[in-house]
Nanobody, 125 residues
Framework: QPQLEESGGGLVRPGGSLRLSCSAS????????IAWFRQAPGKEREGVSC????????FYADSVKGRFTISRDNAKYTAWMEMNSLKPEDSAVYYC??????????????????WGQGTQVTVSS
């Protein structure tokens, strides 16, 4: 499985936008579904979005549908999550992880491997 690294987090005001990146260093990236999870202090890790290995299939948590968009470019070994209309409750450490497929796995974090170190997203005025 690919080793993954997240970037792009930061501090943003409510209503603002951020784009997170999930980068891999090997060409096995194209064979795996990639998911984003988040974990706020004192809360369980939550599945946010998932994209199938070839890209056409995407899945979202109800709390982010219509605001977040997951995408990927296998030639660049990178997946992204565009986050718009951010809310304070979106504040968390965001992680990307890999699995064979999104189907029957997302949003269960125990079904995913190759976790990155996480990137902090803080939404505050």
């Amino acid at each position: 499985q690919p080793q993954l690294e997240e970037s792009g987090g930061g501090l943003v005001r409510p209503g603002g936008s951020l784009r997170l990146s999930c980068s891999a260093s090997e060409d096995t990236f194209e064979f795996y579904a990639i998911a984003w999870f988040r974990q706020a202090p004192g809360k369980e890790r939550e599945g946010v979005s998932c994209i199938t290995h070839s890209g056409p299939g995407t899945f979202y948590a109800d709390s982010v549908k219509g605001r977040f968009t997951i995408s990927r470019d296998n030639a660049k070994y990178t997946a992204w999550m565009e986050m718009n209309s951010l809310k304070p409750e979106d504040s968390a450490v965001y992680y990307c992880a890999a699995a064979a497929t999104c189907w029957n796995r997302f949003p269960d974090p125990t079904q995913f491997r190759s976790w990155g170190q996480g990137t902090q997203v803080t939404v505050s005025s």
